[in-house]
């Protein structure tokens, strides 16, 4: 196998790292794009390309997750992972583990780490790769590996829900929301609410959004029961769908252009998260992005005209 067919066999495993790492697909991208350029600039045969890819790119990715830190911190309200709505990286005997690993709960929680506790948990607990390659990855000893892992493991324990719900679950419960919310049934919608449920927007400051946070089952089922309606009525549509392997769904304008993206985090039987990513900056590798201003301009005149 050439240069070429051993990267592209490799590159959906290389993106799933990065953007587990990076939570952009963009970041990711460009990662992948810079491992290739380096591995194909490589006199070098490694023993091993599927190891010497993974730590390239991770490498890559720290560097440019530690950057991205400080833009974090001036980020207008809260910040959020771009959503993924496939994951390209497929692994039979890790399914659990990478299905887990990219919804938003995780990748937030992911958050909470150093760039290298980050890197080391994502290749040894996601990845399954031995501590060799984690710590060529990293450029630290295995012995600095294991216990950045210990570390890792401890701060993504304190932060992880006590019960977490089945595919099937989610699913059912994502239906029956979606069902709810097209019909406008706020009593519908309370019903499969957390008590606690909180409801959060990632606008970046560039988009509008219905509330930067609101919490409690009555208070977003009345902020949905009520706003959605509004959306449909100006004949936006959403499309349920699997988004960072949680239910969620696409919102697009009349002409088909993305508005925002919804995702649900369900727990215990209840809708315990429902986020929305509304910076368009985050929505272009879906597809064309809407003119979300214009949409609320739309809506406050539709209101109007309903008196």
């Known amino acids: 196998m050439g240069k070429v ?11 799933s790292i990065a953007y587990r790492i990076l939570g952009s697909v963009g970041e990711a991208e460009d990662a992948v794009q810079e491992t290739w ?20 790119v991770t490498r890559i990715s720290i560097d440019v997750l530690r950057s991205a830190r400080v833009r974090r911190e001036e980020y207008v309200g809260p910040w959020f992972p771009e959503p993924l709505l496939s994951d390209p990286y497929e692994d039979p005997a890790r399914s659990v583990e990478l299905a887990d690993s990219v919804s938003m709960a995780a ?6 780490l150093s760039p290298a506790e980050r890197a080391v948990f994502l290749l040894r607990e996601v990845f399954a790769f031995g501590f060799d390659d984690v710590a060529e990855a990293v450029g630290r000893s295995q012995a600095a590996c294991r216990q950045l892992l210990v570390r890792a493991r401890r701060h993504m324990e304190e932060g992880r829900p006590r019960y977490a719900a089945d595919r099937r679950e989610r699913q059912e419960l994502a239906t029956r929301f979606f069902d709810a919310l097209r019909d406008g049934d706020i009593d519908g919608l309370r019903t499969l609410l957390a008590a606690d449920v909180q409801m959060m927007g990632d606008g970046g400051g560039k988009a509008p959004q219905l509330a930067r946070a609101v919490a409690g089952a009555e208070n977003v089922a009345r902020l949905l029961g009520t706003a959605i309606p509004w959306l449909l009525g100006i004949e936006v549509t959403f499309e349920p769908c699997e988004v960072n392997g949680q239910s969620g769904a696409v919102f697009r304008d009349r002409d088909g252009k993305i508005l925002h993206v919804l995702v649900l985090d369900v727990l215990d039987g209840r809708i315990q998260t429902v986020r929305a990513v509304l910076n368009p900056e985050k929505l272009g590798h879906l597809g064309p992005v809407g003119d979300a201003w ?3 301009r739309e809506i406050k ?3 109007r005209g309903k008196g």
């Open 107 to 112: 990748l937030l929680l992911l958050e909470r």
């Open 301 to 303: 005149r539709y209101r």
């Open 5 to 15: 067919e051993e990267f592209e066999e490799l590159r959906p495993l290389l993106f």
């Open 294 to 296: 214009a949409v609320d």
């Open 37 to 56: 350029l380096r591995y194909d600039g490589s006199p070098a045969r490694p023993t091993s390309v599927k190891a010497f890819l993974s730590a390239v």
